[in-house]
């Protein structure tokens, strides 16, 4: 049984930058997070809907605070499409160099990822969690403090 219930987006709405000061968020990001709640409790966005991965990030994107890589990771973690791609992510990026051997900028990952449609976000996490084993990796072979 859950202990505590995450709030209503009214509540966070209402909850003002005041109620939201002391969670540890930049101003911006309170904002925006007050911002998205409003769209939601308004229903200007419906999370509810079933919309196309365009439709979704576009629809996100109008929203202050959210640009292309914050609307590509809620495509993919709230509304499951499994084509969305962030492909400004800087630990995708390192994966793949990691991968490769190679250096690799967003415009470049946005190509490569191109072959990996419709599952483009399955390939995002696993290209997470090499990267995350390769750090471990890494980290293993210095010696402790």
């Not at 995708?92 to 990822?113: D, F, I, M, S």
């Amino acid at each position: 049984l859950p202990t505590h219930l995450f709030p209503s987006a009214a509540a966070l709405a209402d909850a003002g930058a005041r109620g939201l000061a002391g969670l540890g968020f930049t101003q911006r990001r309170i904002d925006t997070i007050i911002g998205v709640a409003q769209a939601v409790s308004s229903g200007d966005l419906d999370l509810e809907a079933a919309h196309s991965l365009d439709d979704t990030v576009a629809q996100l994107c109008q929203l202050e605070g959210i640009g292309p890589w914050s609307a590509h990771l809620i495509a993919m973690r709230v509304f499951s499409h499994d084509d969305a791609f962030p492909a400004s992510d800087l630990g995708l990026r390192r994966a793949v160099e990691h991968l490769t051997g190679q250096p690799c900028n967003p415009r470049e990952l946005q190509a490569r990822a191109e072959s990996w449609r419709p599952y483009r976000s399955w390939a995002a996490q696993h290209l997470w969690n090499a990267a995350a084993g390769s750090h471990r990796r890494l980290r293993s072979n210095y010696p402790p403090d």
